[in-house]
């Protein structure tokens, strides 16, 4: 992994769920060249990871705030993570 990759773990509450904030994030994730994955939780909330260029992933990171249009983020929790092996695509599960 080098300098410029980050990796960055981070729990989306509110109104999260049915509302296409997966798929929105996975939208923002490619475009941005990311790699990681969107999966809702039992609790209601979004879990997500993104990896990549440093700048593509805080713009993204950022953007979980907001989500989609339909969404009402309440609250982001954001850890950087270091992973043995990063993921090569952008999943939603």
Do not use: H, K
Not at 58 to 74: F, I, K, N, S
């Amino acid at each position: 992994m080098s300098d410029d990759t980050l990796c960055l773990e981070a729990l989306v509450e509110g109104r999260v769920q049915g509302v296409s904030y997966r798929f929105a994030t996975r939208q923002q994730a490619e475009a941005e060249g990311l790699a990681g994955y969107a999966r809702n939780l039992p609790d209601g909330s979004v879990e997500v990871l993104l990896c990549g260029p440093r700048d593509a992933v805080e713009r993204v990171a950022d953007w979980l705030e907001y989500g989609p249009e339909q969404a009402e983020v309440t609250q982001v929790t954001i850890r950087e993570v270091t992973l043995a092996e990063l993921p090569q695509d952008f999943t939603t599960g």
